[in-house]
Structure formats: C-alpha cells, structure tokens
Nanobody
Framework: VQLQASGGGSVQAGDSLRLSCTAS????????MGWFRQAPGKEREFVAS????????LYADSVKGRFTISRDNGKRRADLQMNSLKPEDTAAYYC?????????????????WGQGTLVTVSS
C-alpha cells in the first residue's frame, strides 16, 4: 500500500488549495480514506474522512463548511479541497487509509499513511 500526497504550498489567508492523495493497489475502492494534519509542536489531528463509495463524509468542526473531501475510485485518488484558508490551517497534511467502508475520525483506525504535504497560510 502506497499513498502519495501532493498539492501543498504557501498561500494567503482566504485563498484555496486542493490536495490530492494518489493510491497504489486495487484495494482503494473498498476502504475509507482520511486526511489529517499536524502543525508544528502539536498533535496530529483529524481533518476529514470519506467512505469507500464517496457518498458519506465526516469533518472536523474546525474545517466544516470550508473543506471538502472527495474521491475518484477509478483514478484511485482522494482529494481535499480547502477554501477560505486561515493561518491556523498551517500544517503538514497527511492522507491515510481508513477502515473498510465508513468514514471515521479515529486516528487508530487508519493503517497506512502517506508522506505529508506542507500547507502554509500567511495572514
């Protein structure tokens, strides 16, 4: 299982970014996928999750209404559209493989992680 996250960058507050997570393997369409982030000096925290079919999502309160998670099982990709970015969104963002089926915010239910992609939001 390999996960490759991309799309990070440096933006101004209020801007948008789209992160992508590309997966290897034919398992992709049956597992939930999630995005997490870790700011310097802080614990890794849940951001968003999507179920295997792509019709059920879960968000952290801090990003609800601004971020949208989506997936394309044919392309083995899970994206995170981030709008109205704030300086507090600055972090390394990680995609991860979740449990079979449903979305979840529980860190310990994710078993494979991609490398982080850095998002920096300046005010």
């Amino acid at each position: 299982v390999q996960l490759q996250a991309s799309g990070g960058g440096s933006v101004q507050a209020g801007d948008s970014l789209r992160l992508s997570c590309t997966a290897s393997g034919r398992w992709f369409g049956v597992y939930a996928m999630g995005w997490f982030r870790q700011a310097p000096g802080k614990e890794r925290e849940f951001v968003a999750s999507i179920n295997s079919r792509g019709d059920s999502t879960l968000y952290a309160d801090s990003v609800k209404g601004r971020f949208t998670i989506s997936r394309d099982n044919g392309k083995r990709r899970a994206d995170l559209q981030m709008n109205s970015l704030k300086p507090e969104d600055t972090a390394a963002y990680y995609c991860a493989r979740g449990p079979w089926g449903n979305p979840t915010g529980a860190n310990n239910e994710y078993d494979y992680w991609g490398q982080g992609t850095l998002v920096t939001v300046s005010s």
